[in-house]
């Protein structure tokens, strides 16, 4: 492949990414977004063979359909692991040793191949074979217990901690590592993440100060997850949100002069005894205008006070959805802004096979065919 053909940072990478849940696929999205080649395999669906995935994290990826229990299928997807530099594996601890894939095994017959693991708890520990979501990673990995209203249960922040941050893009993370790595020694290696770990990683600022000034309180009661009325979220006249964050003095001195309560609040003042006040405040002062008023306000003003705003109005004046990192040499893929905000499902064995001819040189119904939904290798010695 010549220098013009690695337009993107990722050019040329190949990737088999086992079909899962939203951990993974966000792993595998991130790579494709950069130019890695990501096949996706899917189980075969008997009754609907063509129905879309209901994933929908299959941007840029291609997929075929294997039956990991059928030995014909199976070795497919053997012939691919000796010819591809990752593997995103998200079964829970054995699955894939009892497939015939151990990964010592993989790495073995391919050197260069890294082996990216994706579990939500340890591999270890009590929890290992336990099943999970992101609610119950974060709870045992101490990170849920920081988030949420004082004297309220903890409040999780839907599934983007653990499954996206901690999980996909974490496991993403290590993937690159390990791509780095091989750089260097000429061999690949096992990447073993879990969305546990991964989440209490994103969570080292508020753990190292949970022991000092800034976050020894309970939980919503500290500087910035909540208890700080100069760090909250205020409701607006009819409705609507702005966000406050400020927490500098200057930045502060901005957001009370456009609230009009200088004379109130001349200074910031980190006097817990004060907060409760100010709190009031700032709620009955957000109440009186609109959140479009505010926004008059605040624009092009440096008080950190932005509206709250909501993915069917961003949608709506044209926000344009873009990746999530800029490289001015090597760019990643550019988001079609057509399915920027309606995720289009991929039918399984979308462009699958022209992979397979690419990286194997195989065709169909000369290598392998298709059987009840999946592909599956056509036997030599019948040919």
Known sequence: MTASHYKHPLSGIRVVELAGLAPSPFAGLLLADYGATVLRINRP??????????????????????????????????????????????YRPGVLENLGLNPTTLLEKNKRLVVARLTGFRRDGKYSNMAGHDINYLA??????????????????????????????????????ALLARERTGKGQLVENNMVDGSAYLATFPRLLAKTAVWDKPRG??????????????????????????????????????????QDFPVQNRDRNVWPAMRDAFQNRFLQRTRKEW???????????????????????????????????????????????????????????HVLQEWLGWRHEREFTSRDGALVMIDAAKL
């Not at 994933?55 to 591809?84: G, T």
């Not at 999780?156 to 893009?169: E, K």
């Not at 208890?227 to 966000?243: I, W």
């Open 45 to 90: 669906n008997l009754s609907h063979s063509s129905a879309p995935s209901p994933d929908l994290l299959v941007r840029h990826k291609c997929s075929i359909c294997l039956d990991l229990k059928s030995p014909e299928s199976l070795s497919i997807l053997k012939s691919l692991l000796q010819q591809v530099d990752v593997l995103i594996e998200p």
């Open 140 to 177: 045992v990995s101490g990170v849920l217990s920081q988030l949420g209203r004082k004297e309220e249960p903890p409040y999780p922040p839907a599934n983007i901690l653990a499954d996206f941050a901690g999980g996909g893009l974490m496991c993403a993370f290590g993937i690159i590592m």
């Open 221 to 262: 009661e500290n500087l910035l997850d909540g208890g700080c009325p100069f760090y909250d979220v205020y409701e607006c006249k009819n409705g609507g949100y702005m966000a406050v964050g400020a927490l500098e003095p200057q930045f502060f001195a901005a957001l009370v002069r456009g609230l009009e309560l200088e």
């Open 295 to 353: 926004e008059n306000v605040f624009d092009g003003q440096d008080a950190c006070c932005t509206p709250v705003l909501g993915y069917r109005e961003l949608e709506a004046t044209g926000y344009e959805q873009r990746q999530a990192v800029t490289l001015t040499e090597s760019p990643g893929l550019e988001v079609q802004q057509h399915n920027a905000w309606d995720g289009i499902p991929m039918t399984p064995g979308t462009g699958g096979e």
